[in-house]
């Protein structure tokens, strides 16, 4: 019995690399046509919403920012994909990655955008308690629906010690000997 090599790729790592995940990012533009189906009027043709100026705008911001986002994702799927050889790894990262969403990098922690940080009347103004400004931003109470401060602090220290982690430990733990490829 014979054994034959296996047939040699028609693409570079590299390119692999890049334009798979172009593809897996231009997968994800159909949130474009989600986003202007959910923002029409009621009575407004698909048409009409399409050349409406703040519904096709926002829509085609967002979807880049979606596009960017699944691509740099796929570039890291496509990585791990070729240096593991292991697939159930890539969407075990895809299916956490889908279940955390996009990770929030600015605000406090439990309070959206535009909301005030503390309640109204906890302080500083006239015969204000200062204290309690400080005791409100630091602790939330059962009918705060805010976190404190401390949370805020704790996600991003754990968001920052994580970017690190990755940093230092993508190839150590991508290292296989099933890889199939050198990258």
Known sequence: MTHTNPPSPQASPIRTVFTAPTIFGLAHLHHLNEYILAHRR????????????????????????????????????????LRTGNLYSCVLAHSFCNWLGFPRVWGRVGVGIGERVVRAGAGGGKGGDDGAVLRDALSAGPADASLGMAWTLAYYLVLISGAFGFYKLLWPLTESSHALAVV
């Open 42 to 81: 009621p009575t407004q043709s698909y048409l009409s919403a399409l050349l409406t100026p703040s519904i096709i705008l926002v829509g085609l911001l967002q979807s880049l920012f979606q596009f960017t986002y699944a691509s740099l994702f796929g570039i890291f799927a496509t990585f791990v994909y």
